[in-house]
């Protein structure tokens, strides 16, 4: 186990806007503000989802992509260093109009439809990313 300490930062409220690209934007603005330790929680909706799912078996991730309005039923990741700049790392939880859900991590080209973040900075020596925190 690694342990990483830290005192709580600034917290940013995100309106993102209808289009942007979920990750795009998130990463966008942890590099435009010098984030490289933080906590992500999201909420509202996407136009399209493009998740990966990583299989043990092959050592591979599984990419799926659904063209649909659905609405987030749980978002949440961090940022950590990765080569000298922010990482963004998020995963979510998506819910579809029968209110099935499909979840995983997210990949550039999920679409906001409607979406608030909440990124918390953590105040210390920021983790390298290695594959997860």
Not at 83 to 94: S, T, Y
């Amino acid at each position: 186990m690694k342990v990483f300490n830290f005192d709580p930062g600034r917290i940013h409220l995100l309106s993102l806007s209808q289009g942007d690209d979920l990750l795009d934007s998130l990463t966008g603005f942890a590099r435009s503000n010098g984030i490289l330790a933080a906590t992500i929680t999201f909420l509202g909706s996407v136009s399209r989802a493009d998740l990966s799912w990583y299989d043990p078996d092959t050592g591979d991730y599984r990419t799926f992509v659904r063209e649909e309005q659905l609405e987030v039923a749980g978002g949440t990741g961090n940022i950590s260093l990765y080569e000298g700049g922010p990482l963004v790392h998020i995963h979510a939880v998506f819910a579809d109009s029968t209110g099935r859900t499909i979840g995983g991590h997210i990949n550039p080209g999920t679409t906001v439809f409607a979406m608030e973040a909440t990124v918390q900075q953590l105040v210390g020596d920021p983790p390298e990313f290695w594959g997860t925190l």
